[in-house]
């Protein structure tokens, strides 16, 4: 009632109208532009490639476009060279010191220079990605045969124009959603990306439960399942372990005292995101995706596919084993890239902060890598469970996969995250403009 409530708050305030109003239409157009197919892509080459082993490969990427890439339209790739672009530049902006400057002493200038770089970095990904995709398409089936020479390269040319357009125009569109909506625009654009598959989803277990293969009570089990996941996620998405600061006092200029007083550092417990499982799942991919090699080496690697497909049964339960373990593995990486915790510890004592009980400097440095090394172990567990709760829970509810592809996985983290995002940003206009008259 609270979240109903909050929208229509939101709705009354006439700004604020405008503003979701505006997303509202972005992500309209959006799923339009998911249905506008590329010239020259058969939509039964398309399905015969995702019934091939090469679905696996491709799945990520249809996840984030929507279903666009199975269509094949104009925004095929969605917006996933940009997540990538981003990716790279958070890691380089940790590894060289030029952009490290830039991003923290750099200010707003540094930031829009990096966010230039972003984009070009965006503009060759999807170049570049374009002509994978282009070039996979080739390798089956009859797509561009009996072309050769430049009648070959017109087409191939034309295909990769198009669809790295259509991530310049969904980049565009993100970036205007968050300027004139509300909320972070290429979120809330993978987020409609993700809900757009959901009336399909229903329509198939409609059709699954009409045809007998469900029944009913397996239908409503599945609702428990997602509502009882769902709530979860919310939990460990929000889940924070804080760290006690005191704050001494300190003698200001002039004189002043300032008093000390107690605060408390926010460490969240999935401090990592998302980020762990898609990593994961770009990585077991990679045995599907060469598997269309052909000769020995493809031969090899189809055999290794079957080890990297989670399941209840053997060789599943060894692939989620080792599903369980990269995504560990990955989440230790991606947390120590993003958290500085010698960093941290430094500027609790340049502020003249101390952690209660902990003396300032290594001894601190060290307490908070023990406290951030025993939460993200405890977030890693989370993401492994939620990932793989995908795979497992059709096989308990004999449902068959794919059949509702929200109860799990890194569609479901995105789509709770990106909600409760967006949530406090409409909380937060409607504070502001609650306390509007005070502060005046």
Do not use: C
């Not at 972005?26 to 091939?52: C, D, R, W």
């Not at 990096?114 to 089936?141: H, M």
Request: proline share 5%; aromatic share 10%.
């Amino acid at each position: 009632m609270g979240l109903i409530r909050s929208f229509a708050a939101a709705w009354q305030i006439p700004e604020l109208k405008k503003r979701m109003q505006y997303v509202l239409i972005a992500l309209a157009i959006q799923v339009i532009a998911i249905h506008v197919p590329v010239p020259g892509i058969s939509g039964a080459e398309m399905t015969k490639l995702f019934n091939s082993g090469m679905g696996g490969a491709l799945g990520l990427i249809d996840l984030f476009s929507g279903g666009a890439l199975k269509n094949f339209s104009v925004v095929a790739m969605g917006i996933l060279p940009y997540i990538n672009a981003s990716i790279i530049m958070q890691l380089l902006t940790v590894a060289v010191p030029s952009l490290e400057r830039k991003a923290k002493e750099g200010g707003e200038s540094g930031r829009k220079e990096i966010n230039k770089i972003t984009r070009w970095l965006t503009l060759g990904l999807a170049i570049f990605q374009g002509l994978l995709l282009v070039g996979t398409l080739r390798t089956q089936g009859s797509l561009f045969a009996g072309q050769h020479g430049f009648g070959l390269y017109v087409p191939i040319f034309q295909i990769v124009l198009s669809i790295t357009a259509g991530t310049a125009f969904l980049l565009w569109l993100g970036e205007s959603i968050t300027e004139k909506g509300i909320g972070n625009g290429v979120s809330l654009i993978i987020f409609g990306n993700i809900m757009v598959r959901l009336p399909s989803n229903f329509g198939q277990l409609f059709e699954l439960t009409k045809g007998g293969a469900v029944q009913w009570y397996q239908i409503i089990a599945l609702i428990v399942v997602f509502v009882a996941v769902t709530a979860f996620v919310v939990a460990m998405v929000e889940a924070t372990r804080k760290v006690p600061v005191q704050h001494a006092r300190r003698v200001m200029s002039g004189g002043k005292v300032a008093q000390g007083g107690s605060t408390f550092l926010p460490f969240k417990v999935n401090s990592a995101g998302v980020m762990p499982i898609i990593f994961a799942m770009a990585l077991l991919a990679l045995p599907q995706a060469a598997s269309q090699i052909p000769g020995v080496v493809g031969h090899w690697m189809t055999r290794l596919s079957i080890w990297v497909l989670p399941g209840p049964t053997f060789p599943g339960a060894v692939a989620a084993v080792i599903y369980t373990a990269v995504i560990v593995f990955f989440t230790y990486f991606y947390t120590a890239v993003m958290m500085n915790i010698p960093e941290m510890s430094d500027n609790l004592k340049k502020w003249n902060a101390f952690v209660p009980g902990i003396r300032p400097g290594k001894d601190t440095t060290a307490y908070l890598d023990k406290v951030m090394s025993r939460i993200t172990m405890a977030g890693a567990i989370f993401l492994a469970f939620v990932a793989l709760i995908q795979y497992f829970a059709p096989a308990m509810l004999k449902i068959p996969p794919g059949a509702f592809s929200l109860y799990g996985g890194t569609s479901l983290l995105i789509v709770v995250g990106v909600a409760l995002e967006t949530m406090k940003a409409i909380e937060a206009q409607l504070m502001m403009r609650h306390y509007e008259g005070f502060i005046k």
